[in-house]
T-cell receptor, first 115, second 113 residues
Framework: QKEVEQDPGPLSVPEGAIVSLNCTYS??????FMWYRQYSRKGPELLMY????GNKEDGRFTAQVDKSSKYISLFIRDSQPSDSATYLC???????????????FGRGTQLTVWP | SQTIHQWPATLVQPVGSPLSLECTVE??????LYWYRQAAGRGLQLLFY??????ISSEVPQNLSASRPQDRQFILSSKKLLLSDSGFYLC????????????FGPGTRLLVL
């Protein structure tokens, strides 16, 4: 079983729709959760960062972490064509005193928002 | 602010030829540095990481190597490329204060023919 599972899609929605992207994981030690956005032929860009459980909102984006279910989500409200990209989830179990923040990535979900 | 550069942006190389990809970071000191490869449909694979000058850790046995000759410079090399080395190579950095948050460069697309 992979440490992080993410449905690769593709996901296609009309402009203005609410998008839900999800990842599940198996390692209960994960405590840092990130979402990256990657446009075609570009490097991933950090979109959201969450520590432990709960919600975090940034404009049209909301990240949710449910550690009891080992499940994280990214919601995009009022989706725009410019949101069309691949979204990667990533997680880390860094302990205090460690010198390395190793990340475990999902494979990414390809999203297309059509006008 | 911090920026990360990679070059070249695109590279087409014959099988058996050498490789050198370079990554530099500006605006931060003593970063952790990482090399990833992203193959189509396979996600991001961590190849090497470095916590300081001359300190390199390898994640996957392969014909690639990495070096960190300066604090903010990270180089990925190969003596003889294989077809399977084709992919999108990404360099990333993280700070000591927030090591779990990595920031990626623009990437180098490598095609081995």
């Amino acid at each position: 079983q992979k440490e992080v599972e993410q449905d690769p899609g593709p996901l296609s929605v009309p402009e203005g729709a609410i998008v839900s992207l999800n990842c599940t994981y198996s390692n209960s030690a994960f405590q840092y959760f990130m979402w990256y956005r990657q446009y075609s032929r570009k490097g991933p860009e950090l979109l959201m960062y969450t520590y432990s459980s709960g919600n975090k909102e940034d404009g049209r984006f909301t990240a949710q972490v449910d550690k009891s279910s080992k499940y994280i989500s990214l919601f995009i409200r009022d989706s725009q064509p410019s949101d069309s990209a691949t979204y990667l989830c990533a997680m880390s179990a860094r302990n205090r005193g460690s010198t390395l923040g190793r990340l475990y990535f999902g494979r990414g979900t390809q999203l297309t928002v059509w006008p | 602010s911090q920026t990360i550069h990679q070059w070249p942006a695109t590279l087409v190389q014959p099988v058996g030829s050498p490789l050198s990809l370079e990554c530099t970071v500006e605006g931060t000191s003593n970063p952790n540095l990482y090399w990833y490869r992203q193959a189509a449909g396979r996600g991001l694979q961590l190849l090497f990481y470095s916590v300081g000058i001359g300190q390199i850790s390898s994640e996957v046995p392969q014909n690639l190597s990495a070096s960190r000759p300066q604090d903010r410079q990270f180089i990925l090399s190969s003596k003889k490329l294989l077809l399977s080395d084709s992919g999108f190579y990404l360099c990333a950095w993280s700070s000591l204060a927030q090591q779990e948050t990595q920031y990626f460069g623009p990437g180098t697309r490598l095609l081995v023919l």
